[in-house]
């Protein structure tokens, strides 16, 4: 089915507004079709459908699945649209009764009824089709995005999501499938301007193709990607043997077909080309302890290999400590292996309780909600507290967690330049005018480059702008600090973050994810975390291991002195021997080589000399920006941190990474 606006159906298309944003119908003021315009964008904003399919008949639930949040969600944006006092009555279920209530409200005297402003201009179906595309992907109504606006520090939109309204608007405008990979733009009006070339040749192809003898019925151009494996060129892609295959994963992101599984097939068939050539080699299932050592069964090969083991969270060795294991193993004895509900259901523990007591007095903050998991605190605990009519502020490097969190809160996201404390500066003061709060969250320590967030001056342009900040601690915990409670300890500013977020899978050697705060704010969490009230929690035995890991860093603290003192000398080491370290200050050292094949191939070349460290390509980092990822813990000794640095010269010299020693 063509993805067509119900607009474009009637033969009109949006045109700019005098202000730079995109406005509909080409209508000034509160007539019928500028109503059923803007209920209809809101409806696309919070659902991400396309409006084709949100016809007047539309039923709300039985066709379009939107519940009573999301409906809710939408009452609200369109009653704060239409300056609305009165409530909209009951009983509304389709599209169409929705807009004739908001047609009969708009008629009562006192409504005021917004109508953008337009130039005579139409804009034409290039730029509709990318305004829609993008409101489909960001949930931003059509007089939220002005074509100028920049899409990371205004809008939002990172390098992922904007490839994904590429590839929409090429699919629907007939352009080269490829693009999604190629085209780049700050802006809307930049990214009209960068499909336009594409757009005017798919024109005159079709134009030739109606005049007679062109040929109306011959196939279309092949795609250089065909589903047979091979590119352009003949060759097959898929076969070991053949030419380097230059695909990342980013290519099959958005990759379309009408049998939702054909991406599976044709990812499966890159990811065994990768595994053969010994270069993706993830998932490999260890058969011991994960210490500074581990054995791991290699899949490839088919047996089992010891490797210096640099790719573990567990920064100060807690995992393997008796104490912890001793309190797991009692504690599932006596409670069993797991709970049977919610925490508001059966599933609250006494573990449970002393678990979030602990934590809140390690991080010293009034209180503490405990998540299943890290993903699920960020996701929980953004979503809960920021809504559509909010704005969160993130950095650009953020874990995807974060990412994810803002998305689904349906919020206002703004994007600042990593570590940018000017441009958070800038963007915070574009927000001072909006209506809702603000939220900043940022990584303490970024997990794929080791550096720390400017926590002194995140607090300080809160302050001044009137936004909340949240810090995700998931690599500082138990490792900045001189107690290792994390970031705001590291920068002597306890009290001042809002929000600490932390793992407990990493430092603290268990499961789960929390959230320290004042008590009123954690207990709103508690009701209206999605992630908390509808998951089962931890088992009581993985939350008595996580109090007696406390116990550890409490009582002793040479650990983190260990920790520290093999960090500055594999650090020293590393960056003697000329590798790219960026500006790591924590137990994460990103050894950066930019290219993807000579990444991966460094990773293979470490891993054949015994050690095993995190190979990063795409998504776990933007194209271009490939690494190798070097975790250090305090159970490493001497000896293996001098083995390490000459494992990673050697194999760097091998692959090109450094020069030869020659």
Known sequence: MTNVTGDRRNGRHSEVGRDGRVGGDGQVGGDAGSVRRQVVDIIASRTLYDESYLLPDSHFEAELGIDSVIFESILASVKEQFSLAAPLPS????????????????????????GPAHTAAPGGPLLETVVTTTMRHTQYQRSQLALGADFESELGIDSVVLASIVADAARELGLPPDLAGTVTATSLDELVEALRPYHEDTRRVDQSLTRPGSGRGASPVPDERATDGRAADGRAVDDPGSAWDGR????????RDGDLFAKTRSFGRYLRRREAERLYW?????????????????????????FLMFASNNYLGLANHPKVIEAVCDATRRYGATHTGSRFIGGTNMLHKELERRLAAFKQRPACIVYPGGYAANIG???????????????????????????????????????????????????????????????????????????????????????????????????????????????????????????????????????????????????????????ANIPAGVAAGLIASIDVIESEPERITKLWHNIRLLRSQLADAGFDLENTRSAILPLVVGDERKAMELGRAVRARGLYCQTVVFPGVPLGDARLRVSVTSEHTPEDLETAAGIFVEAAREVGVLPSAG
């Not at 509304?92 to 009824?113: I, K, S, W």
């Not at 299932?285 to 088919?302: K, M, Y």
């Open 248 to 255: 990342s994963m980013k290519d099959f992101v958005e990759e």
């Open 381 to 535: 605990a953004i979503s809960a507290l920021v809504k559509s009519y909010d704005t969160v502020v993130v950095d650009k490097l953020n874990h995807m967690s974060i990412v994810d969190g803002a998305r689904l809160s349906g919020a206002t996201r703004r994007i600042y330049q990593h570590n940018d404390m000017a441009d958070l500066e800038r963007i915070l003061k574009r927000c001072d005018e909006d209506p809702g709060g603000k939220l900043i969250v940022a990584d303490g320590v970024f997990s794929m480059h080791g550096d720390i967030c400017d926590l002194p001056e995140i607090v300080r342009l809160a302050k001044e702008h009137g936004a909340r900040v949240m810090i995700d601690d998931a690599h500082s915990t138990g490792v900045l600090g001189r107690r290792g409670s994390g970031t705001a300890e590291h920068f002597g500013l306890k009290g001042e973050v809002d929000l600490e977020l932390g793992t407990m899978s990493k430092t603290l050697a268990g499961m789960g994810g929390f959230v320290v705060g004042d008590e009123e704010v954690v207990e709103y969490l508690r009701f209206y975390s999605n992630s908390y009230v509808f998951a």
């Open 282 to 306: 993830y998932g490999m299932p260890l058969h011991s302890r994960c210490s500074n050592r581990a054995v791991i069964f290699d899949e490839l090969e088919g047996r089992e290999r010891e």
């Open 91 to 114: 009983g509304l279920v389709t599209v169409g009764d929705l807009v004739r209530a908001v047609e009969r409200a708009c008629q009562a005297p006192a409504a005021d009824v917004p």
